[in-house]
Structures are given as C-alpha cells and as structure tokens.
C-alpha cells in the first residue's frame, strides 16, 4: 500500500506560481508511474502531467504543456509540479496519484491504484 501526500497548494495571483509536492510512503520503484490530476468544480476530474519513475519522458497535458514542470526525486520518493504563469482555470483541487504499471497510458485516472487526499490551488484574476 502507498501513501501519497500532497502539499504546496495555496492562493496565487494569476501570473503567478506555486510548486506542488507529493510525498510517498514507501519506496517508488522504476516499474512505477506518478501523475497529477485535478479537479474543478462541476468538471470531471482532467489529468495534468505524469512521470514514469525509470526517466523517460514526461506527459503533460496541452493546456499545461510550457507553463507546468513534473519532476522527480527519487531518492525522495517524491514528485513535484512546478507551476509557472498560472491562470484563472488552473483553479482545481490537485490530485498525485501513482501505479505500479508505467506501461500502461499515463492519461487514465481510472489506471491509477494510489491518490492523495488532494490540494487546492486558487488562481485570482
């Protein structure tokens, strides 16, 4: 069983920035893939980025794609999201989650085993 949790939300103006951290109880293996989500009110749950634990490439979504930076520290067990030039609609309770099958699409809340207990971040205009 995994433990995930996060820190790091807060209120920031738009234009802004905030890192995100998500901590693992236990170890993280290679075999691993770790991920953030969120969620606005009345929307459905939307992913955000994610990270497979052996160094490949990290996924982001377009809407976040050279704004938003994953990373990893493995030695941590933690992963980060790094959050530049935010914006109104990146307004949602963020969610790290995790799986031990990083093969398997990145995109997919319903593939993931593990999530936090979520963080809200607040972007004013």
């Known amino acids: 069983q995994v433990q995930l949790v996060e820190s790091g939300g807060g209120l920031v103006q738009a234009g802004g920035s905030l890192r995100l951290s998500c901590a693992a109880s236990?170890?993280?293996?290679?075999?691993?893939?770790m991920a953030w989500f969120r969620q606005a009110p009345v929307k459905e749950r939307e992913f955000v980025a994610a990270v497979r634990w052996n160094g490949d490439s990290p996924s982001y979504a377009g809407s976040v794609e050279g704004r938003f930076t994953i990373s990893r520290d493995v030695a941590k067990n933690t992963v980060y999201l790094q959050m530049n030039s935010l914006k109104p609609e990146d307004t949602a309770v963020y969610y790290c989650a995790a799986k031990n099958r990083a093969w398997e699409s990145l995109w997919s809340a319903n593939k993931y085993d593990y999530w936090g207990q979520g963080t809200q971040v607040t972007v004013s205009s």
């Open positions: 236990t170890r993280i293996f290679s075999s691993y893939a």
